[in-house]
């Protein structure tokens, strides 16, 4: 598995660079491998680290720690989401599964931030979910009702409520709840590589090729070296499908986003000089956009299925024009030229939007598939399959476990095919927002 990741992502170059770890160059023993240096694969060395201090950690990254999907996605922190949202009281009972889970991402990253001292721009001020379509109304009406039933803090807003707080006209009807947090996902995802204990061998830029599963042990080749470990925890995410993990269950999603350089004074003051804020979609495929802390406006418009191992800068180029027609409908008192910089990342989604968190063997454990939400569910699975792959329990792990489980996935050639046609569908649906 080589991945090459861009290098245009605006929350990565915000931070200054890293000296980085070695990559894998001897051959190694360990009682405890764990694959991916994302939330998920942080936090889970963090807790192995707690729970057996005397035992060889070694965590593996096939680029640089932190700086896969943690620092892409949009920042969102998020106690609710829409998309996956239920209304009969069976569904009801499922969605506020969810949402427990959602709470307590929430909550273990405020505990990780609190007790290191972290910051990144943590902005407790909502969410929106927001569309242009006065029609939708009916959608956030429902909406509405599930979020009362489960006792959310939220309100409906109309074009002159919106357009006060967010500088822009473009949006007729939204949803605000008030439990979701903004901030910036590289500065948490950086700050989590520096919180790692000594115990743990971090190794960057160092693939997995290949692996196998014999008896009481695991091997996995890298480029050059090989490491033989006692337990291993996937936490890949996006990649899981092409490591072999619960390729029935899985599939990546490549998005990218655009942000721009720092609007001026002036832009600023054209736009009424709102605060900041993070508006979601209505619609699945519409567009995710934020005004950050420093007066940038970030935009996510796209979802495709493309290969998660690289994409191109000329494809990139083709994807920000898409965005920069999106900001332009938003504001378009702003000049042309003010997007700064592009770039993509992969997500994994399941079936039924739920998340993947088990042990496939006594030794192999696995977390990952977050379907929008890995700030918080990354970092709490990361944990909590740490806890579950050191034969212990927690209360955490019993809610999790609660869940709906992720549903099998139609065989090639009609799984593409199948996202391929609905990802075209819901564009087409919320084309006017994006």
Do not use: C, M, R
């Given at each position: 598995m080589d991945?090459?990741?861009?290098?245009?992502c605006s929350w990565i170059n915000d931070l200054t660079p890293r000296i980085k770890s070695s990559s894998l160059k001897n051959n190694h023993y360990c009682e405890w491998l764990i694959i991916g240096a994302g939330y998920t694969g942080l936090s889970a060395a963090r807790k192995l680290a707690e729970l057996n201090p005397n035992q060889k950690i070694i965590l593996v990254d096939a680029q640089t720690a932190g700086e896969g999907a943690s620092s892409r996605n949009s920042g969102y922190l998020v106690d609710t989401t829409l998309n996956d949202g239920f209304t009969s009281n069976k569904q009801l009972e499922n969605y506020k599964k969810k949402s427990d889970i959602y709470s307590l991402g929430i909550d273990v990253v405020k505990k990780f931030i609190q007790e290191h001292q972290v910051d990144c721009d943590w902005n407790e001020c909502g969410k929106y979910?927001?569309?242009?379509?006065?029609?939708?109304?009916?959608?956030?009406?429902?909406?509405?009702?599930?979020?009362?039933?489960?006792g959310f803090n939220h309100k409906l807003l109309d074009n002159n409520d919106l357009s006060k707080k967010l500088g822009t006209r473009f949006y007729?009807?939204?949803?605000y709840t008030k439990?979701?947090?903004?901030?910036?996902?590289?500065?948490l995802a950086r700050s989590m590589v520096s919180a790692l204990p000594a115990s743990v061998e971090l190794y960057e830029d160092s693939s997995l090729l290949n692996w196998s599963s014999l008896k009481d042990y695991i091997t996995c080749e890298f480029k050059n070296a090989k490491v033989k470990t006692k337990k291993i925890i996937f936490a890949t995410n996006g990649f899981l499908k092409s490591l072999g993990i619960k390729v029935n269950y899985n599939f990546p999603i490549t998005l990218t986003a655009s942000m721009t350089r720092p609007l001026t004074d002036m832009e600023f003051k054209l736009?009424?000089?709102?605060?900041?804020?993070?508006?979601?979609?209505?619609r699945p495929m519409g567009a995710t956009v934020r005004m950050t802390k420093d007066r940038r406006i970030l935009i996510r418009n796209t979802a495709e299925v493309h290969s998660p191992f690289k994409m191109l800068q000329a494809d990139l180029i083709k994807r920000s024009l898409i965005q920069k027609i999106g900001i332009k409908k938003r504001f378009p008192e702003l000049p042309e030229n003010i997007i700064q910089s592009t770039w993509s990342g992969i997500v994994s989604r399941t079936r039924n939007s739920s998340q993947i968190f088990e042990k496939i063997k006594e030794n192999i454990f696995v977390a990952g598939c977050y379907n929008g939400s890995g700030i918080g569910v990354g970092t709490l699975f990361g944990e909590q399959i740490a806890i579950k792959a050191s034969n212990k329990n927690s209360d955490e792990i019993k809610i999790i476990e609660k869940r709906n489980k992720p549903t099998l996935l139609p065989p090639q050639p009609f799984l593409n095919l199948g996202i391929k046609t609905r990802l075209l569908y819901e564009r087409y649906r919320a084309k006017s927002d994006i």
């Open positions: 991945v090459t990741n861009d290098n245009y979910f927001a569309s242009s379509k006065i029609e939708d109304k009916k959608i956030l009406t429902n909406f509405s009702d599930t979020l009362s039933k489960l007729n009807i939204a949803l439990g979701g947090i903004l901030l910036h996902p590289g500065k736009i009424g000089q709102p605060k900041e804020w993070g508006v979601l979609p209505i």
